[in-house]
């Protein structure tokens, strides 16, 4: 079965600076999806980036972009200018192709504080 | 506003109540899901529902009882629940269950509280 590892229960981040939230995960599948949802105070759960695992460059979306590293089985989000809004819990989340492995499969979250 | 509605917003409920959470979407979705978010635990999947048929149970206990009577609206019905069912209800839904690259939308939540 599938497993998705984040290692660090809580971080924190001075406004404008940047920071790396990490995510490790294990499967026998070659092809599959990464996913890093953001979850705000407000409990709605934000895809904020995703990367297909047969693609080699790293996906990015404005300030949210991954380090993502298919040997290592490594999946890291990088937050670059933190801002007050990007407070949240960040899931990180793997979902295969082959059958009956579609379903998404979630870390425990880590909680994200901006200091301002 | 992701286009997923969740009712109540919290809930708080006896063990021998009986209850029900409520989902609703309006994105043209075809599958929808149930999740339970406890404290320090990975999100756990509990059903799948794809063109209102139910695809998976993620061995969740009888006294949790889904129901989708179109692609537009999850229900979950609860009854005789225990101090630990209290969670996190969360409902989503996407275009289609098998599509892998998809995102799920995501609803803000039904707070639970079993007393």
């Known amino acids: 079965a599938q497993t998705v590892t984040q290692s660090q229960p809580e971080m924190s981040v001075q406004e404008a600076e940047t920071v790396t939230l990490s995510c490790t995960y294990d499967t026998s599948e070659s092809d599959y999806y990464l996913f890093w949802y953001k979850q705000p105070p407000s409990r709605q759960m934000i895809l904020v980036i995703r990367q297909e695992a047969y693609k080699q460059q790293n996906a990015t979306e404005n300030r949210f972009s991954v380090n993502f590293q298919k040997a290592a089985k490594s999946f890291s989000l990088k937050i670059s200018d933190s801002q007050l809004g990007d407070a949240a819990m960040y899931f990180c989340?793997?979902?295969?192709?082959?059958?009956?492995?579609?379903?998404?499969?979630f870390g425990t979250g880590t909680r994200l504080t901006i200091i301002p | 506003e992701t286009g997923v509605t969740q009712t109540p917003r919290h809930l708080v409920m006896g063990m021998t109540n009986k209850k029900s959470l409520k989902c609703e979407q309006h994105l043209g979705h075809n599958a929808m899901y149930w999740y339970k978010q406890s404290a320090k635990k990975p999100l756990e999947l509990m059903f799948v529902?794809?063109?209102?048929?139910?695809?998976e149970n993620n061995s969740v206990p009888s006294r949790f009882s889904p129901e989708c009577p179109n692609s537009s609206h999850l229900f979950l019905h609860l009854h005789t629940l225990q101090p630990e069912d209290s969670a996190l209800y969360l409902c989503?839904?996407?275009?289609?269950?098998?599509?892998?690259?998809?995102?799920?939308?995501f609803g803000s939540g039904t707070q639970l509280s079993v007393l």
């Open positions: 529902y794809n063109f209102k048929e139910q695809t």
């Open positions: 989503a839904s996407s275009r289609g269950r098998r599509a892998t690259n998809e995102k799920l939308f």
């Open positions: 989340a793997y979902r295969g192709t082959n059958f009956g492995n579609e379903k998404l499969t």
